[in-house]
T-cell receptor, first 113, second 112 residues
Framework: GAGVSQSPSNKVTEKGKDVELRCDPI?????LYWYRQSLGQGLEFLIY????????KSGLPSDRFSAERTGGSVSTLTIQRTQQEDSAVYLC???????????FGQGTRLTVV | DQQVKQNSPSLSVQEGRISILNCDYT??????FLWYKKYPAEGPTFLIS?????DKNEDGRFTVFLNKSAKHLSLHIVPSQPGDSAVYFC???????????FGQGTRLTINP
């Protein structure tokens, strides 16, 4: 499809395990964003990529969280040693250029048990 | 530091009437503003945007107004329809810092 694709759509993991969340942006989109939405909360900014570099990673909650983007395309958000408070919907968005709208994927619902 | 604020967590409007959702921002470097709509279990979808060189942008039933001096924007939906029931987020970014910052959202309920 032509939209932003995220996988998996749902992930249940045990506390302490590592997880990887994947985002395939729309082809040609240079900017890529990660957000998370905890239950009943707004959209919390995590990190933003311009090409393969991350000018702003100020939203990553702790050093257990990391993200990379390769080839100016696919991005992976990794959470190490997951905690129950990491449970949330993780949303990815991409944007073609400055001052354009961002297009969101359907999100990955992460549940840490 | 909440740079984009939506102070009303919820709003209830009768079908056919006007819905007005409000958003305030603090960062004077923001120059592009967007509204998104979100249904449960779906990603946000883009509704309408406005650049800081304008004070109004209209698209069908949706109009966004920007008051730069007050650092305030609003989304008007008229007439409101049941399918408009969703959570609405405003967002902002600046030309230099392309970080897209969202408000906390307002849950709009349209009553028949």
């Amino acid at each position: 499809g032509a939209g932003v694709s995220q996988s998996p759509s749902n992930k249940v993991t045990e506390k302490g395990k590592d997880v990887e969340l994947r985002c395939d942006p729309i082809s040609g989109h240079t900017a890529l964003y990660w957000y998370r939405q905890s239950l009943g909360q707004g959209l919390e900014f995590l990190i933003y990529f311009q090409g393969n570099s991350a000018p702003d990673k100020s939203g990553l909650p702790s050093d257990r969280f990391s993200a990379e983007r390769t080839g100016g395309s696919v991005s992976t958000l990794t959470i190490q040693r997951t905690q129950q408070e990491d449970s949330a919907v993780y949303l990815c968005a991409s944007r073609p250029g400055p001052n354009t709208e961002a297009f969101f994927g359907q999100g990955t619902r992460l549940t840490v048990v | 530091d909440q740079q984009v604020k939506q102070n009303s967590p919820s709003l209830s409007v009768q079908e056919g009437r006007i819905s007005i959702l409000n958003c305030d921002y603090t960062n004077s470097m923001f120059d592009y503003f967007l509204w998104y709509k979100k249904y449960p279990a779906e990603g946000p979808t883009f509704l309408i945007s406005i650049s800081s060189i304008k004070d109004k942008n209209e698209d069908g039933r949706f109009t966004v107004f920007l008051n730069k001096s007050a650092k305030h924007l609003s989304l008007h939906i008229v007439p409101s329809q049941p399918g408009d029931s969703a959570v609405y987020f405003c967002a902002a970014m600046g030309w230099r810092a392309q970080k897209l910052v969202f408000g906390q959202g307002t849950r709009l309920t349209i009553n028949p």
